[in-house]
């Protein structure tokens, strides 16, 4: 989890300890990656669920292929992963297909490191957000549909960053970014963005994260405020929670919500996961915002690198947000899907 693409948000800020060796020894390239096949069925016929990815109706579909290679050569190493197909694309990259209607791939990480202590690192280049419990590459999550706080928040930050480790407990980022999901920005680096990294005790690990600025075209400065926690209770057992509130200056309106994640290990080839989520859009001017529930459970079989998941999902709107099989705003949405992850 918190990998914002293969690398967990733990291990980038504590990389510094790995890096930061006097010798000029060079690792081998690293070479890996995922890919995702899967089945959707909307019960009332029709698409209904707007969350990223996975959003064809009664299709066998395609997510994505997702290739990372890593180098590390001394104290400075770099990351570089592409993925190509809709969920890699246009699923991840809001402008994507505008750019280039014949383009397929997305640049998900671009970065390079250097460890100038063994507690000091500082990262620069295209990076998976520190934001938020979920991922784009679906070998990072448990459950295949993604959370609504997920959709609505960032998937990448193109920046400069700092990482300090304090000790194994405590560590610290503080950098500077464009704007959301963007390889360039338009309107200057905007953005000022902080992590707490906190380890209470063995098993438990706490990410307190801020990004703030105001992007180009929007009335106001945004900020978004996000917790992310999660504790590995036994080895079979853990539970994650994702909370955050997003605000735009100026009336701008945002979001808040609140995702708890339970994962059951039955044995080491087969899982059960729950997740539930409230998420509410927040009012504007002239527009009262909307909220809605999710419930979603997921299975888990693996099979060497090949994970099946078959998952149940039931969501419930404040307002009529979905569609019945007439086409009639209804309520309420479910829906079931089987996907096939493979890692490697």
Not at 95 to 119: R, V
Not at 168 to 177: E, N, S, T
């Amino acid at each position: 989890m918190k990998i914002k693409s293969f690398f967990t948000l733990s291990a980038l800020t504590m990389s510094a300890a790995t890096y930061a060796q006097e010798t000029t020894s060079s690792t081998p390239l690293q070479i890996s990656g995922a890919a995702d096949v899967y089945y959707k069925y909307d019960f009332s016929g029709k698409p209904n669920i707007g969350t990223s990815f996975a959003n064809d109706q009664n299709s066998v579909s395609i997510g994505m292929i997702d290739l990372a290679l890593k180098k590390t050569t001394g104290k400075a190493s770099f990351v570089g992963e592409l993925s190509f197909g809709p969920r890699g694309q246009s699923g991840s990259l809001p402008t994507g297909e505008a750019l280039n209607g014949d383009n397929s791939f997305h640049i998900q990480n671009l970065y390079m490191s250097y460890a100038f202590t063994g507690k000091l690192s500082v990262t620069a280049g295209y990076m998976s957000t520190f934001i938020g419990y979920e991922v784009i590459v679906p070998t990072g999550n448990f459950n295949y549909s993604t959370s609504y706080l997920f959709t609505n928040g960032p998937f990448q930050n193109a920046g400069i960053r700092a990482n300090y480790v304090f000790s194994p407990k405590i560590a610290l980022m503080v950098g500077l970014f464009n704007d959301w999901n963007v390889y360039k920005d338009v309107n200057g680096v905007t953005h000022f963005g902080a992590q707490l990294t906190l380890v209470p005790v063995d098993g438990w690990t706490a990410y307190l994260n801020v990004l703030s600025g105001r992007a180009a075209g929007a009335v106001g400065t945004g900020s978004i405020y996000d917790l992310t926690t999660f504790y590995q209770l036994s080895n079979k057992i853990k539970i994650g929670l994702n909370a955050a509130d997003y605000t735009v200056a100026n009336h701008g309106g945002g979001h808040s919500g609140a995702a708890l994640y339970l994962q059951n290990s039955f044995t080491p080839n087969f899982a059960l996961g729950l997740r539930g989520e409230y998420f509410k859009i927040k009012d504007v001017p002239d527009l009262k915002g909307s909220s809605v529930t999710s419930v979603t459970l997921s299975g888990n079989l693996k099979a060497g690198g090949l994970t099946f998941i078959p998952e149940v999902r039931f969501d419930n709107g404040s307002t009529a947000r979905f569609v019945d099989h007439n086409l009639d705003p209804t309520k309420n949405a479910s829906q079931f899907s089987l996907a096939a992850v493979y890692a490697f």
